[in-house]
């Protein structure tokens, strides 16, 4: 780090402080501003990598760029939290994640200089168009900067947007931040030089003038122009794709040399002409040894020491819910060479890095295309194959189409596994599983399981490959089990069949999943209050036990179910079971308990659910007032 008694960062409130320093004190902000992403994400925990990997690119794009009159854009908020010191944020960094605090993603209600909220990938290119297509309405002269990186290059959307993009000649800089090397090759000197010649002002209006004198030459020599044109640039730059699709192409160039980047910024800012791509290679972790060393470049972690990067890991005598899932799974397919495992990009995430290493070659990372991921699997499923697709339930929303039209109209057994439902913390309504319920619910041919605990986990995956005649869904939460005993091995569940885990006659509880062990402490709640309490496990929220719901709903005088998830899923299918089948005729009391119809903001999961009214207080609320015991649920609330 450069030398200097006073830190440079500190005189750094916004973006327009840092335009007023003089360029050779850009290496040191860039350094200290490392330091200050490391010290807070050490304190709070998150994503890490890919934040360490554009520290310079950060600083360049906000020295030479006006934001926020410029807009830039951040794919994927895993890059962002350098962007958030350098933008009136600093004082609250260590708030990130935090309740009430800082999100860990971009979010336009937090801040100016985020001008789209960022937490799937892939979105930039699309939105940065959009809001590039709106200043020339406007007739304003803005530009719009987009920094697509973190392997958001491997969505499809990223090229619709490209191709849209290209073909509307638009001002927009996309900056492709190569961070894994999957792209470029080494860059180097020449790289660097070409690199800025071809964003120059002069070579960029050479070029357009080419082009405009090709097309007044007869088409033969227009086309061999355009060829020899080609062949000499991208013979040195590879940014042949790119250009196709109508962007001009400039790199491979270094992402942590600010010598590079600040003049082929500057370039591209100046230049006149319609879209550009920017090819930056930058190396994730950046600066940080234990970040660099480790496989995943630290891309999300706890908290950790900062001198050995050891993380603070939560205590458990539980096992993780993902974990159990992908244990179960390799006890599947050892006795099973039909099943296959496929993620979207994540296959740490969903546990099948674990899968993978036993059977590579039966294991498929597609990248950040879970579209694909789903019609990938009906391909498989066509051919006898029993294909997993483990996605979050927020990620499976992008295949919704997919699932509908390549799986369930054709009745394929494709079996996904769907982590991360219900509330998830940290990460926020981003990346809660709130909603697939309902939108699996109302498919028709789908088997929709929710497990209770780790032990009814491991049978919901071995009732998955059983299952061979339609598409089936298994759902679980994020974080440990509650600890139950596990079985030797997992056994296929009677589908539609639900279970009674404590017997009552005034209220009925029915769960569908891990809000089961809340249930099981408000019927106890309840029974001290002399309300007789039924708890009752659904396991199934398609086909529905419909001999359990009628059993509940003939012996109890208030029926209360109770998921992890939005309205309109299991509650609403309860509803027209029973409006359906006239047990509402007989004067039930019903109450359907599920998230709120708002999106919660990041909290602890614990606090989310009691805000959501899903612990046991909150049920116990819920069936008190279907009585109405006011006073009870009063006092309740006080307590």
């Known amino acids: 780090m450069p030398n200097s008694k006073t830190p440079l960062l500190d005189q750094v409130k916004l ?36 934040g360490l990997g554009v520290v310079e690119l950060t600083v360049a794009l906000h020295w030479v760029f006006d934001t926020p009159r410029d807009r830039l854009l951040w794919d994927v908020g895993h890059q962002a939290y350098p962007h958030k010191i350098l933008t009136g944020r600093r004082d609250r960094m260590r708030t990130l994640r935090q309740p009430g605090g800082l999100s860990g993603f971009t979010k336009r209600a ?10 799937h990938s892939s979105t930039s290119i699309s939105a940065g168009l959009g809001m590039a297509v709106a200043r020339d309405l406007d007739g304003a002269d803005n530009h719009v900067v987009c920094v697509i990186g973190d392997g958001a290059m491997s969505a499809g959307m990223a090229y619709e ?46 070029r357009e003038i080419g082009k405009q004198l090709a097309k007044r030459l007869p088409k033969y020599w227009e086309r061999a122009a355009a060829r020899a044109e ?55 972790g950046k600066g940080y040894p234990p970040a660099e060393s480790s496989t995943d470049k630290y891309h999300g972690v706890n908290r950790f020491n900062v001198i050995t990067g050891d993380q603070v890991k939560a205590k458990s005598n539980a096992p993780a819910y993902t974990r159990v899932f992908a244990d179960a799974l390799i006890e599947e397919a050892r006795r099973d060479d039909k099943i296959v495992a496929i993620t979207a990009a994540m296959p740490s995430g969903t546990g099948l890095d674990l899968f993978g290493k036993e059977f590579p070659t039966r294991t498929f990372d597609v990248g950040i295309a879970e579209q694909h991921a789903v019609t990938f699997a009906a391909g498989l499923a066509t051919e006898g194959y029993k294909p997993f697709c483990a996605i979050y339930s927020t990620f499976l929303q992008r295949g919704y189409d997919q699932i509908v039209h390549d ?4 009745r394929l057994p494709v079996r996904f596994a769907l982590d991360r439902a219900g509330l998830v913390g940290a990460d926020g309504p981003t990346h809660a599983g709130s909603f697939d319920l309902a939108y699996l619910g109302c498919l028709p041919n789908f088997v929709i399981m929710a497990a209770s605990d780790e032990a009814e986990l491991k049978h919901m995956v071995a009732t998955a ?14 974080g440990e089990g509650v600890g139950v005993e596990m079985p030797a091995v997992g056994v296929p569940l009677e589908i539609g069949r639900g279970r009674i885990v404590r017997e009552g006659s005034k209220i009925a509880l029915l769960s569908l999943g891990t809000r089961l062990a809340e249930c099981l402490k408000a019927a106890e709640l309840l029974g001290a209050m002399g309300l007789s309490t039924t708890v009752a496990d659904a396991r199934f929220a398609k086909p529905l036990d419909a001999n359990l719901i ?27 079971h029973l409006a359906a089948t006239g047990l509402l005729d007989r004067g039930l009391k019903i109450r359907t308990s599920t998230l709120p119809d708002v999106f919660i903001d990041h909290d602890k999961r614990e606090t989310m659910y009691e805000l959501a009214g899903l612990n046991a207080n909150g049920i116990v609320a819920t069936a008190l007032a279907a009585l109405g015991h006011e006073k009870l649920t009063q006092d309740l609330g006080r307590a």
């Open 15 to 50: 973006p327009a402080d840092l335009r007023r320093l003089p360029e050779k004190d850009l290496a040191q902000v860039a350094a200290e501003l490392r330091q200050e992403t490391i010290d807070v994400v050490s304190v709070t925990g998150g994503h890490l990598g890919a």
């Open 161 to 206: 947007a490209m191709n849209n993009a290209g073909a509307r000649n638009e001002r927009l800089i996309v900056i492709l931040n190569d961070n894994d090397m999957s792209i470029a090759p080494p860059v180097g000197a020449l790289s660097s030089y070409l690199a800025r010649i071809s964003s120059s002002g002069t070579y960029l209006h050479i």
């Open 550 to 576: 009628r059993q509940l709903a003939m012996n109890h005088e208030v029926l209360v179910t109770v998921e992890e998830g939005g309205t309109g899923g299991f509650g609403a299918l309860v509803l027209h």
């Open 465 to 478: 490959v059983a299952i061979d005649d339609r598409p089936c869904a298994f759902r679980y939460p994020r």
């Open 407 to 410: 799986v369930a109209i054709q």
């Open 110 to 119: 937090e801040s100016e200089y985020d001008p789209f909220g960022a937490a």
């Open 230 to 284: 080609e062949y000499t640039r991208t013979y040195w730059t590879g940014g042949t794709l790119f250009e196709e699709m109508g962007f001009y192409y400039v790199g491979p160039i270094d992402g942590h040399d600010l010598n590079v980047l600040l003049p082929v910024l500057k370039n591209v800012r100046d230049a006149k002409q319609g879209p550009i791509l920017v090819h930056v290679v930058t190396k994730k």
